[in-house]
């Protein structure tokens, strides 16, 4: 059974950074997908990281290349996204999933089978 649970959501103000975890049990570190997403309110669920457990590759979103780095912790089981530089922007609740190893766009939705229960983040100015 996949049981994803995130952690580290949080109030911070612009410019802080913070570090998001995910606990992924049951997934299969060297072939799944893995990502975070995040959604605000009246907002569409967005893709801001994924990383490719087939081939090691990583994708961003445009909005956080530069500022947020996605990465994976086999041993430990878990997947991290660090966020620095925040902007307000960036406010969301921000889920982690994990899908197979298929094609298709990192960031859609629907190639991600399972998902967490979120943890917000929230950044003021």
């Known amino acids: 059974e996949v049981q994803l649970v995130e952690s580290g959501g949080d109030s911070v103000q612009a410019g802080g950074s913070l570090r998001l975890s995910c606990s992924a049990s049951?997934?299969?570190?060297?072939?799944?997908?893995l990502g975070w997403f995040r959604q605000a309110p009246r907002n569409a669920r967005e893709g801001v990281a994924a990383?490719?457990?087939?081939?090691?590759?990583?994708y961003y979103v445009d909005s956080v290349k530069g500022r947020f780095t996605i990465s994976e912790d086999h041993a430990e089981k878990k997947v991290y996204l660090q966020m620095n530089n925040l902007k307000p922007e960036d406010t969301a609740m921000y889920y982690c999933?994990?899908?197979?190893?298929?094609?298709?766009?990192?960031?859609?939705?629907?190639?991600?089978?399972?998902w967490g229960q979120g943890t917000q983040v929230t950044v003021s100015s």
């Open positions: 990383i490719s457990g087939l081939y090691g590759r990583t």
């Open positions: 049951g997934i299969v570190f060297n072939a799944d997908w």
């Open positions: 999933a994990a899908g197979p190893p298929a094609g298709g766009d990192w960031n859609a939705t629907s190639k991600y089978r399972y």
